[in-house]
Structures are given as C-alpha cells and as structure tokens.
C-alpha cells in the first residue's frame, strides 16, 4: 500500500515550521499512543506511522530530499526501513520522548528532566553515547505488592438469612518476624542504593543527531527498591516474607448468593520487602436445604396434600429457616395454587427488603386402591360436586399456557 503523505499524516502545510510541525507530532503521538489505546492495532499502526513523518520532517536535509524527491528522497522509509517497519516502539520513545516534556510522563515512561549528567553513570552503546542520572521524581520507588488469595466458604440458608461470622485457617506469606519484612539481617545489613540515592529510578540521557533524548527507567542496580541488602535475613532469606498459617474472621453480610465474590483488602499474601499485601477473595458457596428451594430472595416450598386435605380444608405446616410454619387450607383447594408466606424468604444483600416464602400446592393421588375405597369413590363419581368445573379448568388451562409462553 503506497505511503500517504507526511504532511498530511500529521496534519500540517508544506510551509509548516518546524515548532509546527514538532507540536503536531505531539498531537498525534497523544493521540495514537500505545497505553491510550490498549490492543488497537490500528493506532499502533498511526504512531508509527506518525513518528516516521516526523523524523523526516523535523530534520531539515531528510526534509529538503523529500521536498524535492517525495519518499523516493528519503531512502530506507520509503522502503519500510523507518520507524514503520523495522523500529520498535522502544526505539521512538527512546528518540522522540523529549518533545512530551514533563506532561505526558504517563505514556512510554518520558520524563521532562532537563539535561545533564550531574552524579551519572556513563555507558557506551556504539556511536551513541548514554548517562544515567538521579530522578528528581518522587515516589518513583517500586513498591511491591503481595498476591490475591482465594477461598471458598459454604453457608448454609440460615447463615445467608442472618448474615454468620467464620473463622478460617489460611496457608499464606505473611511478614518475616525476624527483620520485619525488609530482607536485611539487622538494622546494620542494608544500605541506600548509590545508583539512584534512594529513589528507584534513573533517567537515561543519549546523545543523538537530533539532540540530547531523556527516558526515565528502574534503577537497574536496585530493581527500583531504593536500597540494597548486604546481608539477608537468615529466616527469610531476605525475601521478606515466610510461609506460616493465618486464621482469619470473616463477617459474611445476610443476603449473600451462590458465586458472590466477597473482599478483604491486605488479607491476601504479605508482599516482599514491607510492600502492599494482596487481598483475600471470598467466593459463596449455597449448600442446598433438604426441604426449601431458592429463587433470588423467595424460598420456594413443594406442599403436598392428600385428597381429603385438598377437599376438606385444614391447617397444614411448612418449614421454614427458622423452623415451622402453620398455613390454613382452605377446603377445595386445587393443585398448582400458591400460598405466599410474606417475608418469610431472605433478605436482600443491598438491604431492599426481604423475599416470601412461596408454598407451591399439589395434591397427591393414590396409585391402588382398596375394594372399599374403590366403592366409596364410585359412589360419588356422578356426585355434581366430584365433577370438574369449568372455571378451574380454565384456571390449569391459563398456567400451562404461561409456562410455555
């Protein structure tokens, strides 16, 4: 695919002067950058792209060629040999991240410190030359932080009905007792990193064609902690942390469901050198109740009534999560009627009320009959009240139709 044209890529006239043309690259650079646009291969493809017609236009014979040439005049871009194709983006924030100042030191790891090599340490990377100087950015030091644990607790309806407290053994890191999290032996055992005094990171300046480029970086000799162990704890080994058991309490709100994730800040895994602890992730887990069954924050019942009960009528108990209940049948009850407990089911997590309890009617028919029972059923088989009326026909009819709907 032919290559547009680079002043059209960063949006400027072919008299732009180069202070335009540095604030356009800018421009763009913010808006295509890699940590503002996560997994957008497009905007990758547009910084580079972004950053290729910048290298030639802010350098005034690479400019003048392309003027003159157009992409033919410019060499290794035109064939994919620029920042387009065979540098990586390390390499641009490396020779562009000066021109963001100290305002986008969020993106690419820039920094706007100004130049000099006060207290560096010199490398020297072939014709470039590079110097490692003390970030004056604070809390540049890297604080470590522990790992999440997981555990599984299983409530019973009750324990979800009044919210339970539970106390559990958990294996995990936790802070060495010895030196207290830090690693060093005694108070004597570490020391203040040389290469960054104290704080974690360095700033790399290279000197280039373009000028003196500035990046910001963890302190290579440290690790970004700011200090070094010349002696490790013996029961440690200057980790820091040790593994051990902890045992936890853990206040479980009522309401809670099946596959709630509940959290505890700084009760997962100690972290290394006195960092930040993980956390401990709670998941639920319902045992099932031998009798009640749970819909959101219903409880739903199964009742089942003989012949007699269903007809006559009578008080009947059901149970509950506290214990029994008393529900009155009223005589002619029909299967698939549903009696309402209020606020007998449980209470919302989020305090909205609480849920009923739900006693689903069905009544049961005998599978053999006796000689005599036989007899008094056909006796009343032709009784009007033993025979089907349409208006409770009507009623099964309306909820099967429901059910499928």
Known sequence: MA????????????????????????????QFHPDKNPGDKQAEENFKEAAEAYDVLSDPQKRQRYDQFGHAGVGGASQGGGFGGGMSMDDIFSQFGDIFGGHFGGFGGFSGF???????????????LYYYIVSSARGGRRVNRGSDLRVKVKLNLKEIAG?????????????????????????????????????????????TILGQMQTQTTCPTCGGEGKII???????????????????????PAGVAEGMQLSMS?????????????????LVEEEPHPELIRDENDLLYNLLLSVPQ????????????????????????????????????LPSVNSYGTGDLLVNVSVYIPETLSPSEKDILNGLENSPNFQPKKSVKEKIFDKFRHMFD
């Not at 704890?233 to 058991?245: L, M, P, T």
């Not at 009947?316 to 089911?345: F, M, S």
């Open 266 to 282: 700084g009760k997962g895994n100690a972290a290394r050198h006195g960092g930040i602890n993980g956390d401990l992730l709670i």
């Open 114 to 128: 100004g130049g000099g090599s006060r207290g560096g340490r010199r490398v020297n990377r072939g014709s470039d």
């Open 310 to 345: 269903a007809a006559l009528g009578g008080t009947v108990e059901v149970p509950t999560i506290d214990g029994k209940a008393k529900v009155k049948i009223e005589p002619g009850t029909q299967p698939g009627k549903v009696l309402r407990l209020r606020n007998k089911g």
């Open 230 to 252: 010349t002696k490790k704890c013996s029961e440690c080994n200057g980790e820091g942390i040790v593994r051990d058991e902890e045992v936890i309490t853990i206040n479980i």
């Open 3 to 30: 290559k547009r044209d680079y002043y059209e890529v960063l949006g400027v006239e072919k008299n732009a002067s180069t202070e335009e043309i540095k604030k356009a690259y800018r421009k763009k650079a913010i």
């Open 163 to 207: 919210g339970v407290e539970k106390k559990i053994k958990v294996k995990k890191y936790v802070t060495c007792s010895k030196c207290h999290g830090n690693g060093a032996e005694d108070d004597h055992s570490s020391k203040t990193c040389e290469t960054c005094h104290g704080s974690g990171v360095v700033t790399r300046i290279a000197n």
